[in-house]
């Protein structure tokens, strides 16, 4: 009776915030401007919690924001990662007994039925392992103009602990959806699930998403729950986004649920039943919500949900959402995840990056970020040069172990993440790495300036797209010196970590 009380007060929090927002304070009045002449995706989800699929219906109206007209659209395919076909697995061979701890499970994504502007439409599954969809247009859509685009398909979870799947009382649906590849440089973007990094690549768009799934779950969602009708044993919620990324949800068993609003921000905690740290794992995240608001600049949504879940990894971000691996035991650890995935909503959901080949610009960014949370939050006790001295420590120890066993370390940071050697040599050069060279930029310019070129990068490419070379350009800029030199050494890998402090 109480899980029932608490899922209607959620959502009727979720419908407050909502209309607080459209009512014309400033972050939700930037949110709505920013909003228009976006790509739409209207999405119907229906959990069949049987034979664990999803039968969905999804229209989208493409909006052509590019210079030049196109004549055809292409959606990523990320959950064919997960097809007994794939070529190109979403994990390592070292991780399959985590990801599949009952066994080699297999899910896949398939189309059933696909229109484009209420016509039935030619279309071919392409990309180097079957992980687009590609769909040619009768008439070109010029610049500023746009096409509807109708797909119904399904998909098949397979039992994982991985971002898409299930595993005991949890279903993870983060890229279940068809989600449209960005055009650049004369060429659709899309790339294959690979096992390392987070390797997607996306444009912000809104959504609406109606989801009906059996009431023994909780869900957590992007965006606002703007209704949500329960019946004998089903549950219909309807979610919107405007202006995010990516749309994710994540639905658990046995949930318990803390809450807090925070600088007009609705900040919910996802937990297991019986967890004993709820509250204080719920602490750390508006902490970190209102340092980073104060550091780089106003997180402007209405929501934000950290959800504890089965995954192999430490945890992931989405939009409005970040999921901790509760396989994360230790109070600093599970802390330590939450603000590096809390900063992500500022590094690759505000300000977003390619991240397949330039993975730093986000994971760099949201390490070093948590290290300046610590350092702020002297109630860890973790200060912040001991956290750089662990990571030069850390670098350089692993560098040389590498160099004398294998002799091929790659220590640039500019790779695509399928280019790495191993996920370890990823996550010292773009994790480890980045700590290290930030901290190195701070002694060179200061504390203060340094977090002004925080600060002016994010209020410059917030709802954008940024590059390296944009980084670069708007830290020279805020710091008012040459520092091209200074990235490029360290992003190359051509600088040589220095000596622990």
């Not at 989800?45 to 052509?64: A, G, H, P």
């Not at 948590?370 to 692993?398: C, G, I, R």
């Not at 790779?415 to 290290?436: H, R, T």
């Not at 020279?476 to 051509?494: N, P, Q, V």
């Amino acid at each position: 009776m109480k899980k029932k009380v608490y899922l209607f007060t959620a959502c009727l929090f979720s419908l407050f915030i909502v209309l607080f927002y459209l009512s014309g304070c400033s972050a939700g009045g930037q949110i709505k401007k920013v909003s228009k002449d976006l790509s739409n995706y209207k999405i119907n989800v229906d959990i069949d919690e049987d034979n664990m699929q999803l039968f969905c219906s999804q229209d989208v109206n493409v909006v052509n924001n590019n210079l030049v007209p196109l004549g055809e659209v292409c959606f990523n395919l990320y959950a064919s990662a997960f097809s007994e076909d794939a070529v190109i697995l979403p994990y390592t061979a070292g991780n399959s007994g985590k990801v599949f701890p009952n066994g080699i499970s297999y899910g896949d994504i398939v189309i059933t039925n696909l229109k484009v502007n209420d016509k039935t439409s030619v279309y071919s599954i392409c990309g180097e392992d079957n992980n687009a969809l590609k769909i040619p247009l009768e008439t070109t859509v010029e610049p500023k103009e746009s096409v509807l685009v109708h797909i119904d398909y399904v998909v098949t979870l397979p039992e994982c602990t991985h971002r898409l799947g299930f595993f005991g009382g949890s279903i993870n649906l983060g890229n279940f959806f068809p989600i449209l590849a960005i055009y650049k440089e004369g060429d659709f973007k899309v790339a294959p699930y690979y096992s390392t990094g987070d390797p997607f690549f996306s444009d912000i768009a809104n959504f609406e998403v109606e989801v009906n799934y059996p009431k023994s779950y909780n869900l957590a969602s992007t965006g606002q729950c703007v209704k949500s009708v329960a019946s004998d044993d089903k549950k219909t919620d309807i979610y919107k986004a405007l202006a995010v990324r990516d749309f994710a949800m994540f639905l658990t068993q046995n949930a318990q649920i803390e809450t807090k609003i925070s600088e007009k921000t609705q900040i919910t905690y996802v937990g297991y039943e019986k967890d004993e740290n709820i509250k204080q794992c719920l602490d750390t995240a508006v902490k970190a919500v209102t340092f980073f608001n104060k550091t780089f600049g106003k997180y402007p949504y209405a929501t934000l949900t950290i959800v504890k879940a089965p995954f192999v990894h430490g945890g992931m971000e989405y939009p409005n959402l970040v999921i901790i691996s509760d396989s994360i035991t230790e109070p600093f650890d599970i802390a330590k995840v939450i603000v590096h995935e809390v900063a992500h909503q500022w590094w690759y959901g505000l300000v977003g990056n390619n991240e397949v080949t330039e993975a730093w610009l986000d994971e760099s960014l949201a390490e070093y970020s948590t290290l300046l949370f610590f350092e702020a939050h002297p109630e860890y006790q973790m200060a912040y040069d001991e956290l750089v001295n662990q990571a030069t420590a850390m670098y350089t120890l692993y560098a040389d172990i590498v160099n004398v066993v294998e002799g091929n370390i790659k220590t640039s940071m500019l790779l695509p993440v399928n280019e790495y050697n191993s996920e370890y040599e990823y996550s010292y050069m773009v994790y480890v790495k980045g700590i290290i060279m930030f901290d190195s930029l701070r002694s060179v310019i200061g504390a203060k300036k340094l977090n002004s070129c925080f600060k002016k990068y994010f209020s410059t490419y917030k709802f954008k797209i940024a590059t390296t070379d944009d980084l670069i350009e708007s830290f020279r800029k805020t710091a008012g010196r040459d520092i091209e030199g200074f990235f490029d050494s360290w992003l190359s890998g051509k600088t040589i970590v220095g000596e622990i402090r």
